[in-house]
C-alpha cells in the first residue's frame, strides 16, 4: 500500500500509548538499570525466574489507554536486554519459557483487538544478553550475520504469529548502519508480511529522521508554529511520564496533567503525534501517578477531542495566550493562558465566520481589522483551566 495512504489512520489518531515493559521493572531504577549498572548477563538472566506478574491484564491497560482517548499503543516486545514478552523459537530469554510462563504479546495483542485500538510492537535491534551481541560490542566490531539472522527471525516472528500489527518500532539501532543491520531487507521482509504496517525511523545511524514512514523526536517536541521547523514528514514525539521509561520506583518527577496537555497539543499544533509513556511495575499494573494523569487527559479529550483527532497545523498561531491546530473548515484556540474578556490575534488572513466554546457551545464575538482578530466577551473565568479550546469557523480551508 502506498504511504501516504496507509499512514492515514495514524495522522488521524495522533495520540498514543507508549508502554515499556519487562523485567527490569523489578529492579525498579529503569529499564537501561542492566547496561548501567553493568550487571552480567547470567545474574540478570535471574530476574525471569521472578518475574511472574500476578496483577497483569491487557484489558485494563488498552481501556484506560481508550480512556485517556489514545488510539494506539506500543508495547516493548523485547527491550535492549533482550528478554521478549512473546515466544521465540530461537531464544529462550522469553516470558513464555521461563516464570511467567505467559505470552503476553499474545494477551496484548487480544485485549487490543477486543477493543479496536491501533496495535503496535516496540522491538530493540540492540540485545545486551545475546552473546553475538556482546561480543560486537566489546570488540567493537558490526553484529555477526547470525544476530541478523536472529533478530530477523524474532521480527519475522512478530509478523506472523500475531495476525495484522499497526506499527513496527525499532529502537537501539545506533551502533551500526543502515547496511550493518540489513535493514532494508527487514523492511522488504515487514513489508511482505504487513503491508499495511508502519515503520519508524530507527533503522540504523543515519536513518533517524529520514528513513521509515515516520520520524521519532524523543522527549522533546519540534519546534511548530510560527518558527515552523517541524518536519515536513510525518512525526511522532515519544515521552516519558515522569524521566523513565520503564518503571523506577524513585523517580518522582512527574509531569503535571497541565503540562501533559499542552505536549499533546504541541504536537499536534505542529501535525504531529504524541505518544505518551507509561512503565507498568513488576506485578502488571500501571504506576497510579499515571493512572490519574491518564484518567485526567481523558477527562479534557471527552470535551476537546475534535480539537487533536486529525487536527493539525494552522496558517496563524495562538498568540500570546495558546496554540492553534485545525481540521478541514475550523481552527481550535487553545487558550493555555485564559487572560478574561478579551484577546488579539494577528496574521489571521482567513475570514472568520462564527466562534464558540468547545466546553459548553457559547457563541463568542469576533470582529477583524486587516490580519488582526478581535475576540471579545469571553467569560471572566476560563471554563477549563488547563486548555479551555474556542471553535473558530473559517470562510475556507485552513491554510488560507
Ligand atoms: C531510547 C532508549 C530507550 C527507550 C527509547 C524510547 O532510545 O534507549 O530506553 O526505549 O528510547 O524512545
Not at 549498572?37 to 491497560?61: G, S, T, V
Request: proline share 5%; charged share 25%.
Amino acid at each position: 500500500m502506498k504511504n501516504n495512504k496507509k499512514i492515514n489512520w495514524f495522522k488521524e489518531a495522533r495520540f498514543g500509548m507508549f508502554v515499556h515493559w519487562g523485567l527490569y521493572s523489578i529492579p525498579a531504577r529503569g529499564e537501561w538499570v542492566m547496561h548501567i549498572e553493568q550487571i552480567p548477563k547470567e545474574e540478570y538472566a535471574q530476574l525471569a525466574k521472578q518475574f511472574n506478574p500476578k496483577r497483569f491484564n491487557a484489558d485494563k491497560w488498552v481501556r484506560l489507554a481508550i480512556s485517556a482517548g489514545m488510539k494506539y499503543i506500543v508495547l516493548t516486545t523485547r527491550h535492549h536486554d533482550g528478554f521478549c514478552l512473546f515466544d521465540s523459537k530461537v531464544s529462550n530469554f522469553t516470558s513464555v519459557k521461563t516464570a511467567a510462563k505467559k505470552d503476553f504479546v499474545a494477551e496484548y495483542v487480544a485485549a487490543c483487538r477486543k477493543y479496536k485500538i491501533k496495535i503496535g510492537f516496540y522491538y530493540s535491534l540492540m540485545d545486551w544478553s545475546h552473546p553475538e551481541y556482546q561480543n560486537s560490542m566489546e570488540k567493537n566490531s558490526p553484529v555477526s550475520p547470525q544476530f541478523i539472522a536472529y533478530f530477523q527471525t524474532q521480527v519475522k516472528e512478530l509478523c506472523t504469529n500475531y495476525g495484522k500489527i499497526d506499527v513496527l518500532w525499532f529502537d537501539g539501532e545506533w551502533d551500526h548502519s543502515v547496511k550493518q543491520w540489513q535493514s532494508e531487507k527487514l523492511v522488504k521482509m515487514i513489508h511482505k508480511l504487513q503491508p499495511t504496517a508502519l515503520i519508524n525511523d530507527r533503522l540504523g545511524t543515519e536513518s533517524r529522521g529520514t528513513l521509515g514512514d515516520f520520524g521519532t523526536p524523543e522527549q522533546y517536541i519540534p519546534t511548530a508554529f510560527p518558527e515552523s521547523s517541524a518536519p515536513s514528514r510525518s512525526w511522532e514525539s515519544c515521552m516519558t511520564m515522569n524521566d523513565n521509561w520503564g518503571y523506577s520506583a524513585g523517580d518522582k518527577n512527574w509531569k503535571s496533567t497541565r503540562q501533559l496537555i499542552m505536549n499533546l497539543v504541541r504536537c499536534v499544533s505542529g501535525d504531529g503525534n504524541f505518544l505518551l509513556n507509561v512503565g507498568p511495575k513488576p506485578d502488571g499494573t500501571i504506576p497510579p501517578p499515571s493512572v490519574s494523569r491518564l484518567k485526567e487527559i481523558g477527562a479534557w479529550m471527552k470535551i476537546n477531542k475534535e480539537s487533536i483527532y486529525g487536527c493539525g497545523k494552522t496558517s496563524f498561531g495562538g498568540g500570546m495566550v495558546g496554540l492553534t491546530t485545525a481540521k478541514n473548515n475550523k481552527a481550535y484556540l487553545h487558550i493555555f493562558r485564559w487572560s478574561g474578556k478579551e484577546i488579539c490575534l494577528a496574521w489571521v488572513k482567513n475570514k472568520i465566520k462564527s466562534a464558540y466554546l468547545l466546553a459548553n457551545n457559547k457563541k463568542i464575538s469576533v470582529s477583524q481589522k486587516n490580519d488582526r482578530l478581535f475576540i471579545k466577551g469571553l467569560p471572566p473565568k476560563a471554563p477549563n483551566d488547563i486548555d479551555t479550546v474556542l471553535v473558530l469557523k473559517l470562510d475556507r480551508r485552513k491554510n488560507g
